[in-house]
């Protein structure tokens, strides 16, 4: 068979335990045997940013920024057990965190739906995308454990040395506090890459903040995102027949239960990451969740939502069977090589995305699948439950 050519290489990152062997079988299996494959490889693994000083993270990300696709297998963020385990000379920092740093853009989540499997939600039909802000507030901010009584003021010096300042609270005992920012350069490139992303999907786009309650902060984020609209993509959106709107996030909440999906849900940076993980949970499973980074130059990086599922890595080391379902991982590769293809111009690069990921529907709806997904169906008796790499040729005969 003549395999399927590309013109400009994807870049790989490889990353760490059981996704790491999911993703050489993963590329042995399905793509390799199809695809005359084109990769600039980054070893993202631990043992490897360890020996580079994480070096490799930034060259990673700055090749994304040059070759504009890349797709990413799940990786450890370092906490004080993995430096004694991996014996690390420095608490690297998530490689999540550095890539998105570079490249400036917001995630996008969306689960992968199959029949078989109802939503906790019975009014579901469609996906509901995530659209996560993925810079600053909580996750930037500068805290403070109060020890005792005082007085807290924010203050903010201007260039020019002016002061502004403002009392916090008196505290009359212990407590906390805490500082947090954001970019109106960072909003507008949120901003932007959901708008884009709603064209392109042609999806509805719906985005919620408290900006009753925070009337500085959220409600910049609800303004920014108001005006890009007004002046840059509203007629767009009114020739796609989408819309744009705008609500409190309490009411979003509600509203996202009684709807059927099918919708771009933009939220806050922290907002973004609890309910990516709600709604994963109530569409089936983590493992199904696929997930790309959108810059708003138009550089894109594909993974899985899921980590790298240490516990049943530590059951493969010790030569027991692993039932890891890798759907996320094969649509992070269907995903970049689909927009590899877009923006080449190569139609059968595309095509055999879209081939990979119906033969990945139809396994799942003949039956076939891993424990996570087979314990989630109703009717046992249509079901079987296989390992890894059984799963993954099952797929290989459908292709
Ligand atoms: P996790 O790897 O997502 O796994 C949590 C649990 O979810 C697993 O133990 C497993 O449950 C289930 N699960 C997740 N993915 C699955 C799959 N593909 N197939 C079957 N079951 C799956 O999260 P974690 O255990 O909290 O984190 C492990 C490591 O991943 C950490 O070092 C963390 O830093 C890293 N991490 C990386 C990323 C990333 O690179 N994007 C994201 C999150 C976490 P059962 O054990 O019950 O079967
Ligand atoms: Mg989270």
Not at 335 to 358: H, I, M
């Amino acid at each position: 068979m003549q395999k399927i050519q590309m013109k400009t290489p994807l870049v790989e990152m490889d990353g760490d335990e059981m996704t790491r062997i999911l993703w050489q079988q993963i590329k042995d299996e399905l793509i390799l045997p199809f695809v005359d494959l084109k990769t600039e490889y980054y070893d993202l693994g631990l043992p490897e940013r360890e020996k580079t000083k994480d070096q490799v993270t930034i060259d990673a990300a700055n090749a994304n920024k040059k070759y504009g696709v890349a797709v990413k297998c799940a990786t450890i963020t370092p906490n004080k057990q993995r430096v004694e385990e991996y014996n690390l000379t420095e608490m690297w920092k998530s490689p999540n965190g550095t890539i998105r740093a570079i490249l400036d853009g917001t995630v996008f989540r969306a689960p992968i739906l199959i029949d078989s499997i109802k939503p906790a939600v019975r009014n579901w039909k469609k996906p509901i995308t995530i659209a996560r802000h993925a810079y600053g507030d909580v996750y930037k901010a500068t805290e403070y454990r109060v020890p005792a009584e005082g007085k807290a003021e924010l203050l903010f010096t201007a260039k020019d040395g002016t002061e502004w300042r403002q009392p916090i609270y008196d505290f009359e005992c212990a407590g906390v506090l805490q500082g947090q920012y954001n970019k109106d350069s960072s909003i507008r490139s949120f901003a932007h890459s959901c708008f884009q992303y709603a064209i392109n999907t042609k999806q509805d786009l719906w985005f919620s903040t408290k900006d009753t309650i925070s009337k500085q902060y959220d409600q910049t984020f609800k303004l920014i995102f108001e005006e890009i609209y007004q002046n840059e993509y509203k007629a767009e959106f009114e020739k796609l027949g989408i819309e744009y709107f705008y609500t409190l996030i309490d009411d979003a909440v509600a509203r996202v239960v009684r709807s059927k999906g099918g919708f771009i849900w933009a939220c806050k940076n922290y907002d973004g990451d609890v309910m990516s993980d709600m709604v994963s949970t109530a569409f089936g499973s983590l493992a199904m969740m696929t997930s790309v980074l959108v810059s708003p130059d138009g550089n894109y990086e594909y993974e899985a939502a899921h980590g790298t599922v240490t516990r049943h890595y530590y059951r493969y080391l010790k030569g027991e069977e692993t039932s890891t379902n890798p759907m996320a991982t094969i649509f992070a590769w269907t995903g970049a090589l689909r927009k590899r293809g877009e923006l080449d111009g190569l139609d059968d690069l595309v095509a055999f995305a879209d081939k990979l990921e119906a033969a990945c529907i139809k396994t799942l709806d003949d039956g076939i699948m891993t424990k996570d997904l087979s314990g989630l169906v109703e009717d046992k008796s249509a079901v079987k439950a296989v390992n890894s790499l059984e799963f993954l040729k099952a797929i290989r005969e459908r292709m």
